[in-house]
C-alpha cells in the first residue's frame, strides 16, 4: 500500500530563518511527486510536480528537491506569507489519484 | 480563467438527509478528482470520473455514496442518509485531457451534519 509521511508535524520560523520540510514516500512504482499548499479554509493551490530522483524545481522562495524514498521542500528567507500547510503527495504509476501526506503547518513570525 | 469552482461552500444537513455537492472543472479540463478531508486528517482520494465515465472509485465508501460528470453540467458528489461521521471538507480537483498528472483543486466544499 502506498505511504507518505511528512515531518515535522508543524514547524515555526522567525522572518528569514531557512529550513527544509521532509515528505518521505513508499509508492510501488511513481509516476510523480506532487508539492501543495494549503492556507486554512481553501483548497490545495499546486505548487511542483518532480519525476524522477535528482530532479529539482524552484518558485520564489521554495526549492523542491526528489530521491528515491524523500522529497524535500527547501524554503529560504521565509516570509509571514508563507505561512501555510504544506503537502506532499506522490502518485503511483497504475493510478491517477494523489496520495497525501498530512502536512507540515509553517507558521512564519516576523 | 477561472478555477474549479464548487458549490455550495458550506452545507449543513441533518441526519438521514441528502447532500449534493457540486463541481464545475476548469474551462478545458475534462479529468475529475474528488478527495475528502476529515478533520486532523490527511486528504483520502474517492473517485476519478471523465465526462460520463466512472474511471477509479476505490476510494467510495460501498454503500450512500455516489458520483457522476455528465455530458453537459458539474460533476456532483451525492451523499444519502447522511450521518454525522460524513462532517468533512470535500474538494474537487480538475485536470486537462493532454496532462492529466497535474490536480487543480477548488475550495471545497465543508459538509455539517447535525
Known amino acids: 500500500e502506498d505511504q507518505v509521511t511528512q515531518s515535522p508535524e508543524a514547524l515555526r520560523l522567525q522572518e528569514g530563518e531557512s529550513s527544509s520540510l521532509n515528505c518521505s514516500y513508499t509508492?510501488?512504482?511513481?509516476?510523480?511527486l506532487f508539492w501543495y499548499r494549503q492556507d486554512p479554509g481553501k483548497g490545495p493551490e499546486f505548487l511542483f510536480t518532480?519525476?524522477?530522483a535528482g530532479e529539482e524545481k524552484e518558485k520564489e522562495r521554495l526549492k523542491a528537491t526528489l530521491t528515491k524514498k524523500e522529497s524535500f521542500l527547501h524554503i529560504t528567507a521565509p516570509k509571514p506569507e508563507d505561512s501555510a500547510t504544506y503537502l506532499c503527495?506522490?502518485?503511483?504509476?497504475?493510478?491517477?489519484?494523489?496520495?497525501f501526506g498530512t502536512g507540515t503547518r509553517l507558521l512564519v513570525s516576523p | 480563467n477561472a478555477g474549479v469552482m464548487q458549490n455550495p461552500r458550506h452545507l449543513v444537513r441533518r441526519r438521514g438527509q441528502e447532500a449534493r455537492l457540486r463541481c464545475s472543472p476548469m474551462?478545458?479540463?475534462?479529468?475529475v478528482y474528488w478527495y475528502r478531508q476529515l478533520p486532523e486528517e490527511g486528504l483520502k482520494f474517492m473517485v476519478y470520473l471523465q465526462k460520463e465515465n466512472i474511471i477509479d472509485e476505490s476510494g467510495m465508501p460501498k454503500e450512500r455514496f455516489s458520483a457522476e460528470f455528465p455530458k453537459e453540467g458539474p460533476s456532483i458528489l451525492r451523499i444519502q442518509q447522511v450521518v454525522r461521521g460524513d462532517s468533512a471538507a470535500y474538494f474537487c480537483?480538475?485536470?486537462?485531457?493532454?496532462?492529466?498528472?497535474?490536480?487543480?483543486f477548488g475550495p471545497g466544499t465543508r459538509l455539517t451534519v447535525l
Open positions: 474551462k478545458g479540463h475534462s479529468h
Open positions: 480537483a480538475s485536470s486537462p485531457p493532454q496532462a492529466t498528472d497535474t490536480q487543480y
Open positions: 509508492v510501488s512504482g511513481l509516476r510523480g
Open positions: 518532480l519525476y524522477s
Open positions: 503527495a506522490p502518485m503511483n504509476t497504475g493510478f491517477q489519484k494523489l496520495v
